[in-house]
Nanobody, 125 residues
Framework: QVQLVENGGGLVQAGGSLRLSCAAS????????MGWFRQVPGKEREFVAA????????YYADSVKGRFTISRDNAKNTVYLQLNSLKPEDTAVYYC??????????????????WGQGTQVTVSS
């Protein structure tokens, strides 16, 4: 089992920045990818970004490319999501997730095996 705990959400004005963190514990050696997703009420969970746990691959949704940056610190078993130039439409609950599979697109929620509890990001206009 892998446990994930997110932190860093909050309320910010449009154009502002936040940094989310996701600390992993447990069987972290089984992780191949870590991802961030977001969800607003009444909508499906949406892919935001993903990063390989051991290599250098990163993936971003078109809607956040150039504004958000995913990174990791393996020594701390932590993945970060830097959110810059925030827009009101970025408002959502952000979830981190861990994938034990080597292959896959990394874009679909059902590819991930473990999920954090979520952290709220609210961007005011």
């Amino acid at each position: 089992q892998v446990q994930l705990v997110e932190n860093g959400g909050g309320l910010v004005q449009a154009g502002g920045s936040l940094r989310l963190s996701c600390a992993a514990s447990g069987r972290t050696f089984s992780i191949y990818f870590m991802g961030w997703f977001r969800q607003v009420p009444g909508k499906e969970r949406e892919f935001v970004a993903a990063i390989s746990w051991r290599g250098t691959s990163t993936y971003y949704a078109d809607s956040v490319k150039g504004r958000f940056t995913i990174s990791r610190d393996n020594a701390k078993n932590t993945v970060y999501l830097q959110l810059n130039s925030l827009k009101p439409e970025d408002t959502a609950v952000y979830y981190c997730a861990a994938d034990r599979r080597v292959t896959g697109t990394q874009f679909q929620p059902d590819e991930y095996d473990y999920w954090g509890q979520g952290t709220q990001v609210t961007v005011s206009s």
